[in-house]
C-alpha cells in the first residue's frame, strides 16, 4: 500500500518569506508518480508539477521549486518570496502506474495549510 | 485550453434523495476519476473508468454507482443519500497512454445533504 505523509498541518509566513512545504511518501513500486496539487480558498484542484520516480532532477517553476529526494523519499516544495495569493491548501500525491488496468489513481497526503499574512 | 468540466457546481439533497453528478473529461482524455473530499480532508479516489470501462475501485459505498458514455462523459450516481455524503467531488480525467499522464481535475460539484 501506498502513504504520502505530509507533517506540516498548517504553516503561516509573513510575505516575501520562503517556506517548504514537505512531503513523505512510501511505496514498494520502483515505478510512481509524484504530485503536488494546490487547493485555493475556492476549493478547485490546481495541478502543479508531476515527478516521475526514475527522474530525480529537481525543478524551479518561478517562484516554485521541487526537490526530489528517492534516498529519502521525499519530494519537498518551496516558494520563494511569498505572496498572498499563494495562500491555499497543498497537496502532495502518488500514483502507481498498474500495466493493463488503466488506473493510475491518486493517493494523497493530508494537505498542508498555508497562510501568507500581507 | 478546455478542462473539465463538472455539474452542477453546487446541490442540496435532502436524506434518502438521489443525487446524479456530471463530467465532462478533457477532450480525448481516455480516462476518468471520481474522488471524494469530506470538510477539512484530503481527496479520497472512488472510482476510474479508462476507455468506458471500469478500471479501477477504490473506497465507493455501495449506494453509490458511476458509468461511462460513449461520448466519454462519466456520471455518478448516489442513491439513499446520507448527512455523511456531504462532500466535495471531484472528477479528473487524464490521457492514460501520454508519457506525461497527470489528472486534471474538475471545479468540483460541492453536495450538502440535509
Known amino acids: 500500500a501506498q502513504k504520502v505523509t505530509q507533517a506540516q498541518t498548517e504553516i503561516s509566513v509573513v510575505e516575501k518569506e520562503d517556506v517548504t512545504l514537505d512531503c513523505v511518501y512510501e511505496?514498494?513500486?520502483?515505478?510512481?508518480?509524484l504530485f503536488w496539487y494546490k487547493q485555493p480558498p475556492s476549493g478547485e484542484l490546481v495541478f502543479l508539477i508531476r515527478r516521475n520516480s526514475f527522474d530525480e532532477q529537481n525543478e524551479i517553476s518561478g517562484r516554485y521549486s521541487w526537490n526530489f529526494q528517492k534516498s529519502t523519499s521525499s519530494f519537498n516544495f518551496t516558494i520563494t518570496a511569498s505572496q498572498v495569493v499563494d495562500s491555499a491548501v497543498y497537496f502532495c500525491?502518488?500514483?502507481?502506474?498498474?500495466?493493463?488496468?488503466?488506473?493510475?489513481?491518486?493517493?494523497f497526503g493530508k494537505g498542508t495549510k498555508l497562510s501568507v499574512i500581507p | 485550453a478546455a478542462g473539465v468540466i463538472q455539474s452542477p457546481r453546487h446541490l442540496i439533497k435532502e436524506k434518502r434523495e438521489t443525487a446524479t453528478l456530471k463530467c465532462y473529461p478533457i477532450p480525448r482524455h481516455d480516462t476518468v476519476y471520481w474522488y471524494q473530499q469530506g470538510p477539512g480532508q484530503d481527496p479520497q479516489f472512488l472510482i476510474s473508468f479508462y476507455e468506458k470501462m471500469q478500471s479501477d475501485k477504490g473506497s465507493i459505498p455501495d449506494r453509490f454507482s458511476a458509468q461511462q458514455f460513449s461520448d466519454y462523459h462519466s456520471e455518478l450516481n448516489m442513491s439513499s443519500l446520507e448527512l455523511g455524503d456531504s462532500a466535495l467531488y471531484f472528477c479528473?480525467?487524464?490521457?492514460?497512454?501520454?508519457?506525461?499522464?497527470?489528472?486534471?481535475f474538475g471545479p468540483g460539484t460541492r453536495l450538502l445533504v440535509l
Open positions: 511505496t514498494r513500486d520502483t515505478t510512481y508518480y
Open positions: 500525491a502518488l500514483s502507481i502506474p498498474y500495466s493493463g488496468a488503466g488506473s493510475y489513481q491518486l493517493t
Open positions: 479528473a480525467s487524464s490521457f492514460i497512454l501520454s508519457s506525461q499522464e497527470t489528472q486534471y
